[in-house]
């Protein structure tokens, strides 16, 4: 069954929120604001680069999260229902203003974006920002009489999603699970390489002084990430994440030191799949994995 879908408007930011229609408390009720004594885990998922919340996989794959998180667990063994949050990145889909801006470096004029670095950054730093404030502000939108309780966060997204997946886990302390699908925890190594292929240097215009000083302070990679102590910020998080290894776009390499060292402590889990024969693409198999993986959250 498809999942049900209630869109909200959340401070002028469109929301959708998706349910599985077996936590509702009736067949013919497919409202997910039903009230139910169950407790909620709450999973944002967000979209690649140019596409948008409204793309047919997103759907596809919040359905195969359900069905896989879910599995053969009946009504009455649950002990955790799940929403699905997802909303459009800045500058894409319904809040489009500029396509170009979302594109690449280039050599036709009509199809290149001598900012790249910058706007895909601000982009994944801006989405991050989203989501704490949709932590923020969701429940009362969503349960505005009290009818449900969120009592646990997390969050997945795929290529920018991805991207911005690791900086909100690194952000936001309420975000208790991340799943970053074919994205990279290390802005610098990634955008470097991308750089390099283009024949662009590493220096203003295209890589002004203030923003390469933003990263080097604020991006996942240069925090404390290898710590044993409340100075790294994924202690006790719960982190999936899913990578092709034949990735063109988003190579492995520039996660793999990143995630090789990443410490999330006893408390934590770490849990790293890079798919052999895969590129730029979140396959079934990544997608089953996620949805496994949120099974074991909803099983805490």
Not at 25 to 32: E, G, L, M, V
Not at 140 to 169: C, D, K, N, Q
Not at 272 to 289: D, I, L, P, Q, W
Request: charged share 25%; glycine share 8%; net charge negative.
């Amino acid at each position: 069954m498809e999942p049900t879908k209630q869109t909200l408007l959340i401070g002028g930011l469109l929301v959708d929120v998706y349910s599985h229609p077996g936590a509702t408390s009736s067949s013919t009720d497919q409202n997910p604001t039903t009230d139910s004594n169950i407790p909620i885990h709450a999973l944002f998922f967000l979209h690649g680069r140019t596409e948008s919340a409204q793309y047919k996989y997103v759907v596809d794959i919040v359905k195969v999260i359900f069905d896989e998180s879910y599995g053969s667990l009946g009504g009455e063994e649950r002990k955790k229902d799940l929403i699905v949050v997802a909303f459009d990145h800045r500058n894409h889909g319904k809040r489009l203003v500029d396509q170009q801006r979302n594109l690449a470096w280039g050599e036709d004029p009509a199809k290149k974006n001598d900012q790249h670095a910058i706007d895909m950054y601000t982009i994944q730093t801006g989405s991050a920002q989203d989501v704490s404030f949709l932590i923020d502000h969701l429940s009362s939108f969503l349960y505005p009489s009290g009818e449900r309780t969120i009592v646990e966060w997390g969050m997945a997204g795929v290529s920018l999603g991805g991207h911005s997946t690791w900086i909100a886990l690194s952000r936001e302390p309420r975000l208790s699970l991340g799943i970053p699908i074919i994205g990279c925890p290390d802005y610098t190594k990634l955008i470097s390489q991308r750089a390099a292929s283009s024949r662009i240097p590493f220096s203003p215009p295209y890589f002004p002084t203030s923003f390469k000083t933003y990263i080097k302070t604020h991006d996942p990679a240069q925090l404390a990430y290898r710590a044993k102590d409340a100075s790294n910020p994924f202690l006790g998080k719960r982190v999936l994440v899913l990578s092709g290894k034949e990735d063109k776009l988003v190579p492995w390499v520039a996660s793999a030191e990143f995630v090789e060292g990443l410490e999330v402590g006893e408390g934590g889990v770490k849990r790293v799949v890079v798919e052999e024969g895969a590129g730029h693409e979140c396959t079934s198999g990544m997608r089953r994995e996620a949805g496994l993986f949120v099974r074991e959250w909803l099983r805490l």
